[in-house]
């Protein structure tokens, strides 16, 4: 064996490849491989398992952000515009969170031709719903009455969790559009 294809054969080189050369299709191709590089080893080169992780990941960044964000409405020091704001985005996330987790339960029952196109119909409505409700999230934190400090940090979590979301859309769309194809 030469050294050119043992280099092809390390564990979980593949598996980095497939993933950086997946995520290059996504709108946010760089944050898209840095959330799932770690995930190489369980997603080897499984475009099944590339799309459940990246949604995954994204439910789990928006648990995350809605906790972050019920804290922060809790904070002093609050116009009680921005108080409003920051609870409007909570409800927002909350949606969000309903329509990812929606989505990571049928993208495990995902299966036979017979339903896979319905499913996959159904998980795209569920992610662009998701999207919505994030970008949603933004239109309270608009204009010039909003606390820079407060507008930046929700702005620099929910862009995040938005551009995670983008990307999980972005692989499913992949992921159905290559198991539907006609041989």
Not at 88 to 93: A, I, N, P, R
Not at 128 to 152: H, I, P, Q, R, Y
């Amino acid at each position: 064996m030469n050294s050119s294809s043992a280099a092809r054969t390390i564990p979980g080189e593949t598996s980095v490849e497939f993933i950086r050369t997946s995520c290059n299709s996504t709108t946010y191709p760089k944050l898209c491989y840095s959330s799932l590089f770690s995930y190489a080893s369980a997603i080897q080169s499984s475009p099944k398992l590339l799309t459940q992780t990246a949604i995954s990941v994204s439910l789990a960044t928006a648990r995350s952000t809605s906790t972050m964000l019920s804290e922060l409405s809790k904070s002093r020091g609050m116009k009680p515009r921005e108080v409003g704001a920051v609870i409007d985005c909570v409800e927002e996330m909350s949606e969000s969170i309903e329509q990812l987790q929606k989505s990571v339960e049928e993208m495990s029952h995902v299966g036979g031709f017979n339903n896979f196109v319905d499913q996959m119909d159904d998980i795209e409505t569920w992610l662009s719903a998701a999207l919505t409700d994030e970008e949603t999230c933004m239109d309270g934190f608009t204009g010039n009455a909003m606390n820079g400090n407060v507008k930046s940090k929700v702005r620099n979590l929910v862009v995040n969790l938005a551009h995670l979301t983008s990307n999980a859309l972005a692989l499913t769309n992949s992921y159905a559009s290559t198991q539907t194809k006609s041989p």
